[in-house]
């Protein structure tokens, strides 16, 4: 069976996984969004001083997933500080250099790192610490466990959870940290790879010439039958894989999830446990499959081949019993993943679903796809069908929030660096960046010209947020002062308005608050409510929202451009409102609680991710809106406005403790408390400030509160 019949399922196919997300657009989307959080996070690490580079790779970046496969986040961040070299002409004085060594112990994938001298190119001959491992000769290699034991140490000393496979690290099953080291030439291993004829004649020359001169990793991850894997490193041609899969076209994109939707649903099930066939592997395939068809194999009525190409390369590799690495010379990728039994499992399996020309594939449950395929072939119930473009709201709403949470998170790190300082000193400080930033350059190769461009972008864009930050620490010292403010600080303040719908607008209006221009805070005030329709997402950067688990509102998705690649151009978002101790004077005095919310040892049960910003003053835009405009309508004597916005306040957080949109719930309890005691009816308040204690017992500012109306 083929001819016809594979044609007609090939198109019926597409039009599934087109509902699925698996589309130019949504593919195209998803690379632009991880690209630029890459970027974002690398300025931001420059910037700080941590000189460590960011990489996202893997199926989100890829865009090689869809909303049911629940994909992990895989990222790795690259020490930029340590001079790798493949010889000694490359030791640099001063800095850190190891060696790469081929030790006749390790497999074709495996170095060595040899310790070196930073005053002299000569070999360290006193290790100075346990991760020194020297060997039966007398040579220093550094160990690869340091960065496991380090990592694992801090989670555990914290009692937080930790996860672990292989060389990844991470706080949570849906987020893999790799640690690595940037090799800028590739080894010996890689060499054939450039020469082999291809009667498909991909990677083009082009291609080729980029891939080579964008060099390699060293993963901190031993051969699995070496007797010294804790002083094997692992080279990872990440980057060259990352480049093949972006010039992949959307036929090719749609193969290879359906071998994953297939290793999901269909292969490793029928393993159940004995072996597993990963995503790596059929990536592989893919790549060998693109590189021997000729490209009029690979239109959209003949995906049915392509697939059954893929699969037939996996089943004879189980006959082998050799996995061919795409780009490094003896490797088998089958070592550690599978042995001799399970190989012939996976040999059945294969065989199964060749044989039943992929029938397997009308059983998938992930996103519905059977059902998808067998509409409108046979009667079948869809009315659990997502409709096609309520999924792609969806990916672009995820990746939206995704994108700017990710934006807050940066600010937030480059802002804890300057966390004690005074607040002249933080001035100059920020002022130094603003103006310093421009100049931060990230090393990238000259191929890697898309990141450059986004380095830049994310310059700029990061450059408005600390303005907004600067405006707010200048106009405290001149409000703490009684001194005239300049023009430079309205400036800063118009420079970083629109990074979003309300967080600059609201820190504005609460200076001019304190300043008692309250006729102007209630115009800004009036344009942010303006502003803040029912489409606009709040976004915290502060740790206490998962893209992967937090789903954003469905006004806010629906109300998305579906046809703008940069999620993050929309200006429909809230972030959350931050004050730093440094800008207290701009700040009602009772959120000045907020920035000393430790009461005795609450210090030490911090959640990690608050350790950043638990002496601020946090608070989500939406409430602090009503709040400011209690405050303002009060002083202006406009009792029902006043009243009008405590409505809302209350409205607001009942709203967002309802759908769990509101991220520091127990900040807006406490606001909506103080109201209440401006409204002289402590007792409420107390009440308020109790279940804001319920919500949140510990580092809470409620906990001053309630000891301040119980002393009353």
């Known amino acids: 069976m083929s001819g016809r019949f594979y044609d007609v399922m090939s198109l019926r196919l597409i039009a599934a996984l087109e509902d699925m997300g698996v589309t130019e657009l949504i593919v195209g989307r998803r690379r632009h969004t991880f690209l630029q959080e890459e970027s974002a996070r690398s300025v931001a690490n420059k910037l700080g001083g941590r000189n460590v580079v960011i990489y996202h790779f893997g199926s989100m970046t890829e865009g090689t997933t869809t909303p049911g496969m629940g994909s992990d986040i895989d990222t790795l961040d690259c020490n930029d500080k340590v001079n790798i070299m493949s010889g000694w002409p490359d030791w640099e004085r001063g800095r850190e250099n190891l060696l790469m060594v081929k030790h006749e112990t390790c497999s074709p994938q495996h170095y060595r790192l040899l310790e070196a001298r930073r005053d002299l190119p000569l070999p360290l001959t006193q290790p100075y610490n346990e991760y020194c491992v020297t060997d039966h000769d007398g040579k220093i290699y550094r160990s690869n466990k340091r960065i496991g034991h380090l990592w694992r140490q801090l989670r555990v000393d914290a009692n937080l959870p930790y996860f672990q496979a292989g060389p990844s690290h991470s706080f949570s099953e849906m987020y893999d940290f790799v640690f690595a080291y940037r090799c800028r030439t590739l080894p010996a291993e890689c060499d054939s790879w450039f020469t082999r004829s291809r009667p498909g004649n991909w990677p083009t020359p082009e291609m080729l010439q980029v891939a080579r001169e964008l060099g390699c990793f060293l993963i901190p991850d031993g051969h699995c039958f070496s007797e010294h894997s804790a002083v094997e490193w692992r080279i990872s041609p990440s980057l060259i894989e990352r480049h093949l899969m972006f010039s992949m076209e959307i036929i090719h994109i749609q193969c290879y999830v359906t071998l994953k939707l297939l290793k999901n649903n269909t292969i490793n099930p029928f393993l159940n446990g004995n072996g597993k066939l990963t995503s790596f592997h059929c990536k592989t395939a893919l790549f060998y499959a693109r590189e021997q068809l000729l490209p009029e194999m690979w239109t959209d009525d003949h995906l049915f081949d392509c697939i059954i190409y893929c699969l037939t390369l996996l089943r004879d590799w189980t006959t082998s ?167 430079r600080i309205w400036a800063w303040y118009g420079a970083a308005m629109n990074i979003d719908v309300a967080s600059t607008r609201l820190k504005l209006a609460s200076m001019l608050y304190c300043k008692g221009d309250l006729q102007l805070a209630a115009d800004v005030l009036e344009d942010v409510e303006r502003r803040y329709d029912n489409t606009v997402q709040a976004i915290c950067g502060c740790g206490r929202i998962d893209p992967l688990v937090d789903k954003p509102q469905e006004t806010f998705t629906e109300a998305v451009n579906e046809e703008n690649i940069d999620v993050l151009s929309t ?132 906990n001053w509160h309630i000891r301040r109306l119980t002393s009353i």
């Open 571 to 702: 200006n429909r978002v809230a972030y959350c409102v931050r004050f730093l101790p440094q800008e207290a004077f701009c700040v009602p005095p009772i959120l000045h609680y907020e920035m000393v919310r430790a009461v005795g040892d609450d210090i030490q049960h911090m959640h990690h991710t608050e350790r950043k910003w638990m002496n601020w003053a946090v608070v989500d835009s939406r409430p602090f809106l009503h709040y400011l405009q209690y405050l303002t309508f009060r002083g202006l004597g406009l009792r029902l406005r006043q009243l009008q916005a405590f409505l809302s306040l209350i409205d607001n957080i009942e709203d967002g403790l309802r759908h769990k949109n509101l991220f520091h719930p127990e900040t807006a309890i406490n606001l909506m408390a103080h109201c209440m005691e401006m409204e002289n009816r402590p007792d409420r308040a107390l009440q308020l400030y109790l279940w804001s204690q319920s919500i949140k017992p510990r580092n809470n500012a409620a």
């Open 321 to 487: 019993g050799h996995c061919p690495h795409y780009i490094m010379d003896r490797v088998n990728l089958f070592d550690g993943k599978l042995n001799s039994e399970q190989r012939g499992r996976l040999h059945t399996i294969l065989t199964i679903i060749i044989d039943t020309h992929l029938a397997p594939l009308a059983s998938v449950e992930t996103d519905n796809l059977g059902v998808r395929l067998l509409h409108n072939v046979y009667t079948v119930a869809i009315w659990d069908m997502t409709p096609r473009r309520a999924v792609y709201q969806g990916i672009t709403g995820f990746l939206s929030v995704f994108g700017n949470a990710g934006q807050m998170t940066n600010v937030l790190l480059i802002l804890h660096d300057a966390a004690d300082r005074s607040p002249d000193e933080m001035c100059l400080y920020l002022h130094s960046l603003i103006t310093q930033l421009p100049l931060q350059q990230i090393q990238r190769h000259h191929s890697e010209q898309a990141l450059c461009r986004l380095d830049a972008v994310n310059r700029d864009s990061l450059i408005k947020y600390l303005q907004q930050h600067l405006a707010s620490t200048a106009a405290s010292i001149c409000l703490q002062h009684g001194i005239q403010m300049g023009t």
